[in-house]
């Protein structure tokens, strides 16, 4: 069973909400207008302050990659914070994310991204008073989902696109799936073309050629399936061929999640809307996926918003992952390199 999202909009709705979609247009080109002439100012922070953002309405993999560069700027010796508005919160205001805060709290997100690097989290729809909450004792800031928030300017601005959706249909909302017109890709400073299949795909090839009109570079990110884990025991990917799997998901795109599962005795795939709360009825769903599965498989993001009791209950684990990046020349390469040169031209 899948309840699977549309990444699409079919033709004869997008064609019916096109007048929508001009009103849309006009707006997202006045704000920009009122930005970049200085009718409207932007608040610039004394901290190195780094946006991973898309133009896309969800599903392009920006927790990993926030959280891929804040272990980068961490393991280099870079005290870090993380600034996000929290989507699908519960709590209203500033939370500063810890280990007894809850995703239902913090939204999903938030704390996945805290669980996996240990940096500062705040959780805050106003992004300037955070970062001025914050102060100047950090060597970083890095925003999530925040290339179209011009009220707070970035010194490094990464723009994601993930391999499958792309650009949809070129339009804007609610005709397509973007936020910003495919020329704002010029304003940003580096593109990342995520959930790639693998360097040297000919899809992969032709959208690096289609985004060379940008003028920016273009980094390449591909997710690799590393282990699973119920929170205490750690299982390799092969252990699953023995066994009889269920696996769900409340993401954007779970299809690249889903294919995953291909290759093993899946008995069934069933996945929610993006940043779902998984209640007690949600143990009815668990029932039916473990009458004939041994195991139920979900991602981490998903993980973090379950009971200890459900966890045990059915056999629940996550599929952990790690990004690796390639250059346009499909050689291997480390986010922070590019960072680390961006924060030495502003020193």
């Known amino acids: 069973m899948s309840r699977k999202n549309k990444n699409f909009v079919p033709l004869l709705p997008a064609i019916l909400l096109l007048p929508f979609t001009f009103l849309y247009y006009l707006t997202v080109k006045i704000r920009h207008f009122f930005y970049d002439t200085g009718i409207l100012s932007s608040f610039k922070s004394d901290v190195f302050t780094v946006s991973v953002g898309n133009i896309a309405a969800g599903g392009t993999g920006k927790t990993p990659v926030v959280t891929e560069i804040v272990s980068a700027?961490?393991?280099?010796g870079?005290?870090?914070?993380?600034?996000?508005?929290?989507?699908?919160?519960?709590?209203?205001?500033?939370?500063?994310?810890?280990?007894n805060t809850s995703?239902?709290?913090?939204?999903?997100?938030?704390?996945?991204?805290?669980?996996?690097?240990?940096?500062?989290?705040?959780?805050d729809a106003d992004r300037v008073s955070a970062a001025q909450y914050l102060g100047t004792s950090?060597?970083?800031?890095?925003?999530?989902?925040?290339?179209?928030?011009?009220?707070?300017?970035?010194?490094?601005?990464i723009v994601l696109l993930d391999h499958d959706r792309?650009?949809?249909?070129?339009?804007?909302?609610p005709s397509g799936i973007l936020r910003d017109p495919p020329s704002r890709l010029s304003k940003c400073d580096i593109i990342i073309l995520t959930k790639i299949p693998g360097p040297d795909a000919d899809s992969v090839q032709k959208k690096i050629r289609s985004l060379k009109k940008f003028k920016k570079p273009v980094l390449l990110s591909q997710i690799r399936y590393t282990h699973l884990s119920n929170g205490i025991s750690v299982m390799s990917p092969d252990e699953l061929r023995a066994k009889k799997i269920s696996a769900f998901c409340g993401i954007a795109d779970p299809e690249?999640?889903?294919?995953f599962f291909d290759k093993f005795d899946t008995v069934s795939k069933m996945s929610f809307?993006?940043?779902?709360?998984?209640?007690r009825e949600f143990d009815n769903d668990l029932t039916e996926m473990k009458k004939e599965s041994e195991v139920i498989v979900t991602t981490y993001k998903d993980f973090v918003k379950l009971s200890e009791e459900q966890i045990n209950r059915y056999n629940i684990w996550y599929l952990d992952i790690e990004l690796v990046f390639f250059d346009e020349y499909l050689k291997t390469t480390e986010i922070f390199d590019l960072i680390k040169g961006r924060m030495s031209a502003e020193k």
């Open 73 to 76: 700027l961490k393991d280099n």
């Open 78 to 99: 870079i005290k870090t914070a993380v600034i996000t508005r929290g989507y699908g919160r519960s709590s209203v205001g500033r939370v500063k994310v810890d280990k």
């Open 103 to 123: 995703a239902y709290i913090s939204g999903d997100e938030p704390l996945t991204i805290f669980n996996k690097t240990g940096a500062d989290v705040i959780c």
């Open 138 to 157: 950090y060597g970083a800031f890095v925003l999530d989902d925040a290339f179209q928030h011009r009220k707070i300017r970035k010194h490094l601005d």
């Open 166 to 173: 792309f650009l949809g249909n070129g339009l804007l909302l």
């Open 256 to 259: 690249p999640f889903f294919r």
């Open 273 to 279: 809307k993006d940043h779902c709360s998984y209640g």
